[in-house]
């Protein structure tokens, strides 16, 4: 396609293709006002917590799907906007039940950040088998920004023992964050690590990954009830942790804030 058909393409879209959607901007208001409410003391702390989580977290999971379909259709797939993957609206995902219910199922459970089932994409028409991997590396790669960016406070010394347990919320978003980005690179098909290996493989293995692709998610989920596995997950999640400067007192204070049924 030559670069005029592009933009004339690009350019019939409309102006919603790009729009956040409510149901998104529905999500940061509630992330906002819960956050504050948590800061302030006001209200049930514990339901504060829990919605100010729950929300940043679904939060994190449209940017994720996000990422993969603003990736997609930078590198081709223009057909990504017409799904309505770039409005940030979680019920436009192909797989609202792994990317959403799924996840938020997980953390309410186990405070495990889930991956979630990652967006349709057209990979025939992505330009490049490096563009193709940059796709799936797009989601894990936000989850890993967010960390990042939610532990700065602690590293940088800003979180002060006052406020403590809006802190305590924080630190265990971006603990979240960081066990989906860990979950996210592990090389299995179904996953997105495994999806980032996949336009290299050879034509026999990407058969042989086509058949194991729809079930690596219940493979992963049945790997962590293995104690072993269990505690080489975790042990590595909070290595990165501390090397990020993520204090694990807090992260074990916000999931016991978070669970607002258990006393």
């Not at 004339?8 to 819960?34: C, H, K, N, W, Y």
């Not at 964050?177 to 999806?195: C, E, I, K, R, W």
């Not at 080489?232 to 916000?254: A, E, R, T």
């Amino acid at each position: 396609m030559s670069y005029g058909r592009y933009t004339d393409r690009v350019a019939r879209l409309p102006r919603e293709a790009f729009r956040p959607s409510p149901i998104f901007l529905g999500l940061v208001v509630l992330f906002v006002v819960t956050g504050w409410m948590t800061w302030a003391g006001f209200g049930n702390l514990k339901i504060n917590v829990f919605m100010f989580v729950a929300a940043g977290w679904t939060i994190s999971l449209c940017l994720h799907e996000y990422a993969h379909a603003v990736v997609a259709f930078k590198g081709g797939d223009h057909d990504i906007a017409h799904r309505g993957y770039l409005t940030l609206d979680p019920l436009k995902y192909t797989h609202p039940l792994l990317s959403i219910v799924l996840p938020l199922v997980f953390v309410l459970l186990g405070g495990i950040g889930l991956p979630g089932g990652a967006v349709w994409v057209n990979h025939a028409a992505v330009r490049s088998r490096f563009v193709d991997s940059l796709i799936s590396f797009a989601g894990p790669a936000t989850n890993l920004l967010l960390a990042v960016v939610l532990v700065l406070p602690f590293s940088l010394g800003v979180a002060e023992s006052s406020h403590l347990e809006f802190w305590a919320a924080l630190a265990f978003l971006a603990f979240l964050q960081l066990t989906a980005s860990v979950l996210n690179f592990v090389p299995m098909p179904g996953v997105d690590g495994g999806n980032l290996l996949y336009p290299w493989l050879s034509p026999q293995w990407q058969r042989g990954f086509n058949h194991v692709a729809p079930y690596g998610m219940l493979l992963l989920i049945a790997l962590l009830w293995s104690p072993v596995i269990n505690a080489w997950f975790f042990g590595g999640v909070q290595w990165i942790g501390d090397v990020l400067g993520m204090p694990s007192n807090y992260v074990s204070m916000g999931y016991g804030l978070f669970k607002f049924w258990s006393f």
